[in-house]
């Protein structure tokens, strides 16, 4: 009788528990909003202590990269800008300026040997911003946001690599790590989201043009495809990327929207403005839920398994798209009720932590998913903030008050160095190869029985036996695939095999493969057509190259720690969950 009242207990508190509602967001109040807003903004910064005495400015805590940092503050200019809030400038300035490095444009010395384009491009977005929104300018004996900006710029801008495919930008800046050898394409739409915005702000055609080339590139390189708008992961050199990496992130459409919405308020043409719709149109396959109005990171929240990178591409897409609605007002009406409804949601859900209110990272759920981080928060208060845009000052150019001062030449001494500066720096040793090669070996293990649980389809009409069979043959054509030079996104092409249930873009998996022009089905293990959102093979893939992204051996580096447990965890978790299936 007692345990049966103490179970009863137990069951109301748990039902109690889910009807708390720590936020009743009003999306159609600023006060509601700006009080939603700064209670998020707070929980955001309980990640971080590098303001603390004794910690770095700019580095968050294990386990996150040094990049998504850059990420954070460019979240607090965006607080500040959508809220009026100071409460986090000083916090901000200190570690943007902390971690500009000894040439000012973001390659500071503890960093540059694990550091991407793509790393170095979300700083220099986020000081972009803070010279678009009047951020305080730092003291005068201090680097700039707009001279950082365009450091970051012209750094980039001299690494665009013709000798491979024909341009772009490859994902890693130093020649040894894992990833030199691929072009992602959130390098360059953080690249060209860049020159857009620098052409704008300052009026100088230089960086228009580099937007239009890095336009061009990722069209020809398909890697825009230009019938469904889906913006795809990146391409590996080694086959002159024409074998893509298929899967979709929410940031990469969302960085080239925003390249694409400062190109058309620059140029006002008919052009600009048929890209940007369309990219739009492309987005709407991140938005889910009852009535596909609710923002999902599609790749991987189905499956559950969002890296800690991916657990903040929401933040961006979301951080992006509002920005959009400034530089082409006409998106608005499109766009809007998206927002709006994801941020209903977003605040619906966050109920976690001590304090009862802290966000998951699933928002179409309607219920809190046990989750917390540093994405997830970043998310929730950038969806949240997005209610403010029409209340909100348009972004400022040099011509109409912006007041940052550049430096058109910034970054010079930065330029052509392929060998990160310092004096411990050493040459990979044979050693370190050998365990290099050990790990590519137990890679290429971990993606083989990754798919051999992926392979097993719920719907399909064979039994778990004849699929495996099946799952063999494919597997062996995949690895010989990737024994001739397909390397890993092959491998992940090829495993990919989804139930058709799943939100998605369902494209011809020839194409994927061969880039839409080769005929070659003889590497193509299946006929029928792929999904190519929702997916747990990317980590096996990414993480992979993020594993060796550090040399082995080299000094411990606290934003890198913990890459090898990332990706064995989330394959364990791919696994785990096609098992369940
Ligand atoms: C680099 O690392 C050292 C040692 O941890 C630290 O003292 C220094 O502040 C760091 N510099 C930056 C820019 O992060
Ligand atoms: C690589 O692709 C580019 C662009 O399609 C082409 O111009 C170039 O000739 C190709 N290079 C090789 C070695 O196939
Ligand atoms: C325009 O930008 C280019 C590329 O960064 C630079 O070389 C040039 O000096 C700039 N021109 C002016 C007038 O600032």
């Known amino acids: 009788m007692s345990s049966l009242l103490g179970r009863l207990a137990v069951g109301l508190l748990l039902v109690a528990g889910q009807l708390t509602t720590a936020y009743d967001l009003d999306p159609d109040s600023p006060d509601s909003v700006k009080s939603v807003s700064k209670d998020m903004a707070a929980d955001l910064v309980s ?9 770095t400015p700019g580095l968050l805590p294990d386990p996150y990269f040094w990049w998504e940092a850059g990420a954070m503050m460019g979240t607090l200019i965006d607080y500040w800008y959508y809220t009026g809030d100071d409460t986090y400038n000083d916090l901000t300035s200190q570690a943007l300026l902390f971690q500009v490095g000894e040439t000012n444009d973001y ?6 040997r694990t550091e991407g384009n793509d790393d170095q491009g979300f700083w220099g977005l986020s000081v972009m911003s803070a010279a678009e929104y009047k951020f305080p300018d730092p003291p005068a004996d201090q680097p700039q946001w707009l001279a950082l900006a365009q450091a970051v710029f012209n750094t980039q801008a001299a690494r665009w690599d013709t000798e491979h495919c024909a341009g772009g930008l490859r994902w890693q800046i130093f020649t040894w790590n894992n990833g030199y050898d691929y072009k992602n394409s959130i390098s360059q739409a953080c690249f060209f989201a860049l020159g857009a915005r620098l052409a704008l702000y300052t009026g100088n055609q230089s960086y228009a043009d580099w937007a239009d080339k890095t336009w061009d590139w990722m069209i020809a390189t398909k890697l825009i495809n230009t019938k469904n708008w889906a913006v795809y992961d990146g391409a590996g050199i080694e086959t002159n990327c024409t074998v893509l990496t298929p899967y979709q992130f929410s940031y990469n459409v969302g960085g080239m929207i925003l390249g694409a919405a400062a190109m058309y308020n620059m140029t006002e043409s008919q052009t600009w403005k048929t890209r940007l719709d369309n990219l739009l149109e492309g987005s709407k396959v991140f938005f889910t839920g009852p009535n596909n109005n609710i923002m999902s990171e599609v790749a991987c929240e189905s499956v559950n398994t969002c890296n800690v990178d991916e657990q903040s591409f929401k933040a961006y897409l979301t951080r992006w798209l509002t920005m959009m609605i400034k530089w082409a007002p006409h998106t608005y009406d499109v766009i809007h009720p998206y927002l709006r409804a994801s941020s209903v949601a977003a605040a619906k859900q966050c109920k976690g932590g001590a304090n009862k209110r802290m966000c998951g990272l699933i928002w179409y759920d309607g219920k809190y998913d046990n989750t917390t981080g540093v994405g997830q928060q970043m998310a929730a208060l950038e969806i949240t903030m997005s209610n403010l845009i029409l209340n909100s000052s348009s972004p400022v150019t040099a011509d109409t008050g912006g007041t940052s001062v550049g430096d058109p030449g910034g970054g010079g001494d930065d330029i052509g160095r392929n060998q990160p500066k310092g004096p411990d720096y050493k040459p990979i040793t044979g050693a370190d190869k050998f365990g290099a090669a050990v790990l590519t070996l137990l890679a290429i293990a971990t993606v083989v029985v990754a798919m051999g649980f992926i392979f097993l389809d719920e719907t399909s009409p064979q039994g778990p036996v004849a699929q495996f069979k099946g799952f063999w043959s494919s597997a062996s054509a995949a690895i010989t695939t990737l024994a001739a030079g397909g390397g890993f996104a092959a491998a992940a092409a090829a495993g990919r095999r989804r139930s058709n249930k799943e939100k998605g873009i369902r494209i011809n998996e020839k194409s994927i493969l061969n880039n839409g022009e080769s005929e070659s089905s003889s590497k193509n293990p299946f006929s029928e057509p792929v999904m190519v959102t929702p997916d747990s093979t990317r980590h096996s893939v990414v993480s992979q190259r993020r594993l060796s992204n550090m040399p082995i051996g080299w000094p411990h580096n606290p934003s890198v720690r913990n890459s090898v447990v990332v990706a064995e ?13």
Do not use: I, L
């Open 107 to 112: 390659m500071p010395r503890n960093q540059t």
């Open 47 to 55: 990640f971080y202590n590098g303001n603390q005495p004794g910690n």
């Open 569 to 581: 965890s989330s394959a364990a978790a791919s696994s785990e969950d096609q098992r369940q299936r």
